[in-house]
């Protein structure tokens, strides 16, 4: 089964979805989107797949969105692209795909809607939130 994660190791959300993704008994490709950005095509089709905008793709977070003034809502989702791509740091993460479909993981548990294999055991996120429990089973 192919599963690629579009990773930045730096982020506990995206550590904690990648640990989810293996706890599943599925090693993915690991892209770090920071040193190896996504083609535009790519992009799009991630954020379309997840069915976002691509205002919601945007780390609106990042120190950068504000400096570029990319908050304007007169920008287009062209422009807000450009910004990405020039700037990986803008995309927003980690974005999953796999064959049951594509999701911007936040939160990670998110990623449990298209992960088609069973979980292999307990999970807890690196803060200690149980998300699944000793029976396999979902908390919340």
């Known amino acids: 089964m192919a599963i690629t994660i579009y990773h930045n190791p730096a982020c506990g959300t995206s550590r904690n979805t990648l640990a989810l ?42 120190k950068l969105f504000a400096e570029l003034g990319l908050a304007d809502a007169t920008l287009t989702d062209e422009q807000l ?13 980690p974005f999953v795909v796999t064959p049951a479909g594509t999701r911007l993981c936040r939160p990670s ?18 803060d200690g939130e149980i998300v699944i429990d000793g029976k396999g089973n979902r908390v919340r």
């Open 21 to 62: 993704i293996r706890n599943a008994g599925v090693e993915p490709e690991v892209i770090e989107y920071l040193k190896t950005p996504p083609s535009r095509d790519t992009l799009s089709k991630m954020i379309e797949d997840a069915g976002l905008s691509v205002r919601q793709a945007i780390r609106e977070k990042e």
């Open 81 to 93: 692209l450009d910004a990405m791509l020039a700037h990986p740091v803008l995309i927003n993460r």
């Open 109 to 126: 548990e998110l990623l449990l809607e298209i992960l088609p294999e069973a979980q292999k055991g307990p999970f807890s996120k690196e």
